[in-house]
């Protein structure tokens, strides 16, 4: 079955420090893994997936197929940064659908 | 540009009631449909999703259901509303093709 596990629901980071919102996955076939942001009073929204390889606003993510595992990571935490991070896996299978964890609400302390 | 569009924006019920949210998207066809909710401490969780007309699939046991009329329409539904049917209400689509879900604005609906 598949399952994305966030197993913090609350991460509270000073400005400055590095910040690692940990996610791991369940999942038989070859997913494809994404983060999701919702700023306050925004649409919930892209982040980055796994497959672009790319750094958006400074955070990275690294799938490690090993340990199943797609941990959002940025180095210096900025104070906009604050908002609900969803970790999200779609299969290659049974209609693609998008699967969600319960999400993790950053708090960056200035 | 492709544009979701979710109505109402808020929503208040009495017990009882009937529901039914639309969503809608323009200029994209045949995209993956999905509802969600979003509950405090409890995530986003998948309600419905759909690949076609009339083709739904429930993740989960509740009190709605969801039909799919056309390409681009997906009604979230129920005939008697429940207190616990209580929350904010998500609709998104991803094309077949590419894997992004793009969201709409939600519902926030409370049930009294």
């Known amino acids: 079955a598949q399952r994305v596990t966030q197993p913090e629901k609350l991460l509270s980071v000073f400005k400055g420090a590095p910040v690692e919102l940990k996610c791991n996955y369940s999942y038989s076939g070859s997913p494809e893994l994404f983060w999701y942001v919702q700023y306050s009073r925004q649409r919930l929204q892209l982040l980055l997936r796994?497959?672009s390889r790319e750094s958006i606003k400074g955070f990275t993510a690294d799938l490690n197929k090993g340990e199943t595992s797609f941990h959002l990571k940025k180095p210096f935490a900025q104070e906009e940064d604050s908002a609900m991070y969803y970790c999200?896996?779609?299969?290659?299978?049974?209609?693609?659908?998008?699967?969600f964890g319960a999400g993790t609400r950053l708090f960056v302390k200035a | 540009s492709q544009t979701i569009h979710q109505w109402p924006a808020t929503l208040v019920q009495p017990v009882g009631s009937p529901l039914s949210l639309e969503c809608t998207v323009e200029?994209?066809?045949?995209?993956?449909l999905y509802w969600y909710r979003q509950a405090a401490g409890r995530g986003l969780q998948l309600l419905f999703y759909?690949?076609?007309?009339?083709?739904i699939s429930s993740e989960v046991p509740q009190n709605l259901s969801a039909s799919r009329p056309q390409d681009r329409q997906f009604i979230l539904s129920s005939k008697k509303l429940l207190l616990s049917d209580s929350g904010f209400y998500l609709c998104?689509?991803?094309?077949?093709?590419?894997?992004?879900?793009?969201f709409g604005q939600g519902t926030r609906l409370t049930v009294v």
């Open positions: 200029g994209t066809s045949n995209p993956n």
């Open positions: 759909s690949v076609g007309i009339g083709q």
């Open positions: 999200a896996l779609k299969g290659n299978t049974g209609g693609f659908k998008t699967i």
């Open positions: 796994h497959i």
């Open positions: 998104a689509w991803s094309s077949q093709v590419n894997t992004e879900a793009f």
